[in-house]
T-cell receptor, first 115, second 111 residues
Framework: DTAVSQTPKYLVTQMGNDKSIKCEQNLGHDTMYWYKQDSKKFLKIMFS???????INETVPNRFSPKSPDKAHLNLHINSLELGDSAVYFC??????????????FGPGTRLTVL | GQNIDQPTEMTATEGAIVQINCTYQ??????LFWYQQHAGEAPTFLSY????GLEEKGRFSSFLSRSKGYSYLLLKELQMKDSASYLCAVSLNTGGFKTIFGAGTRLFVKA
């Protein structure tokens, strides 16, 4: 039983293309996230949704557009891909509680390479 | 601004004890997380501290001092499989379920 799943695991594409990454969680969590981890391994939040509503939108180029059709799914569409978009993208989910805070459960990651 | 500092790399010997420090300066603080990330894998949750003090969980313990903006992760009886990156992360109370991560400490465990 995979808790947080992402597809695809690897994505190699040319500059200028448009691509999507899909994420699904079966934990019943209300909140989902997209993170970008660059070559220096720095994990940076991009977006967060709570019950399908966008609540965090960091300084991310508007070529990146998240979509949450329901609270179990959060997809990421990227237009006009650039070389600097090459990174590992992690989806995560959480259910905030007083005891464990907003502990996040991460998907396996999507390694995006833009050529 | 938000800032989390932790050493870039550490090396320790199998069976030993290692302490990974983290200092933070953030606007708003709910609690502090430690995550473990093996190479090529996703981060996984290790601990969450809200109150000052030491929380022990098996071989791993985590300490927090809110007044000093300081935390550490203590790993005992090191095993080769503990070689990984350890990410310090702060949960903010500025609204919106936001957690910011440090750059991580790569721990190498040698025989």
């Amino acid at each position: 039983d995979t808790a947080v799943s992402q597809t695809p695991k690897y994505l190699v594409t040319q500059m200028g293309n448009d691509k999507s990454i899909k994420c699904e969680q079966n934990l019943g969590h209300d909140t989902m996230y997209w993170y970008k981890q660059d070559s220096k391994k720095f994990l940076k939040i991009m977006f967060s949704y709570n019950n399908k509503e966008l609540i965090i939108n960091e300084t991310v180029p508007n070529r990146f557009s998240p979509k949450s059709p329901d609270k179990a799914h959060l997809n990421l569409h990227i237009n006009s891909l650039e070389l600097g978009d090459s990174a590992v993208y992690f989806c995560a989910s959480s259910q905030a509680t007083s005891g464990s805070g907003d502990t996040q459960y991460f998907g396996p990651g999507t390694r995006l390479t833009v050529l | 601004g938000q800032n989390i500092d932790q050493p870039t790399e550490m090396t320790a010997t199998e069976g030993a004890i290692v302490q990974i420090n983290c200092t933070y300066q953030t606007s708003g603080f709910n609690g502090l997380f430690w995550y473990q990330q093996h190479a090529g894998e996703a981060p996984t949750f290790l601990s969450y501290n809200v109150l000052d003090g030491l929380e022990e969980k098996g071989r791993f313990s985590s300490f927090l001092s809110r007044s000093k903006g300081y935390s550490y992760l203590l790993l005992k009886e090191l095993q080769m499989k503990d070689s990984a990156s350890y990410l310090c992360a702060v949960s903010l109370n500025t609204g919106g379920f936001k957690t910011i991560f440090g750059a991580g400490t790569r721990l190498f465990v040698k025989a």
